[in-house]
């Protein structure tokens, strides 16, 4: 198993990154659309934020360890089967991933810390609110959060489809190599 991807595969730190912070992004969406339907009344109103931004914050340290390994660890090469458009759309909808998830997390700071509160990150410790720029500052920052996450979810249905369409139709092994490492003898076809 190898730790660093290889030409051929994906290697376990960038699979576990990966899958990690899906599942963790698709959950905070989730949590996200029931926030917005709580009342006063609800058990979940103050919990619910509390998850959303520790879980959130987490997704961003997260965010930046996989940019480091995605800087100092070349993927594997694309199959012989892709055309060069689908590389281009991959190589531009990863760009964007990561500059959505950027945005997504630093608005949720934003709205966060408007009035001056620090971040709670699951009990262990505070984030400051290092800047105020606005007093409109939830506002707007809360508009670029909702509009990046819509964006982010469309391009996650996008991905997801097309991962299906090279496993199922073309039947190549994009899907395989995100979900397990292989062996550094092995070749991908």
């Known amino acids: 198993m190898n730790i660093k991807n290889t030409s051929n595969s994906y290697g376990i730190v960038t699979i576990l990154l990966h899958w990690l912070m899906a599942v963790l992004i698709v959950g905070l969406f989730v949590l996200g659309e029931i926030m917005v339907d709580l009342d006063y ?64 997390c630093f608005s949720g ?31 707007i920052a809360g508009e670029i959060h909702e509009v990046a996450a819509y964006v982010m979810a469309f391009l996650f249905v996008l991905h997801v489809c097309a991962t299906f369409k090279h496993h199922f139709i073309d039947k190549d092994v994009t899907l395989v190599r995100i ?3 292989v062996k550094q003898q092995e070749s991908v076809k």
């Open 41 to 104: 009344y609800s058990k979940w109103y103050n919990a619910a934020p509390w998850w959303h931004k520790s879980i959130g914050m987490l997704i961003l340290a997260l965010l930046f360890i996989r940019l480091i390994w995605v800087f100092c660890n070349n993927p594997p090469a694309p199959l012989r089967t892709y055309k060069m458009w689908e590389i281009q759309v991959a190589k531009a909808t990863h760009s964007l991933f990561y500059i959505l998830l950027i945005v997504i």
């Open 179 to 181: 979900l397990k490492p």
């Open 109 to 139: 700071y934003f709205i966060s810390t408007a009035r001056g509160a620090s971040i709670e990150i699951f009990g262990w410790f505070d984030i400051p609110a290092f800047i105020n720029f606005s007093k409109y500052q939830a506002d």
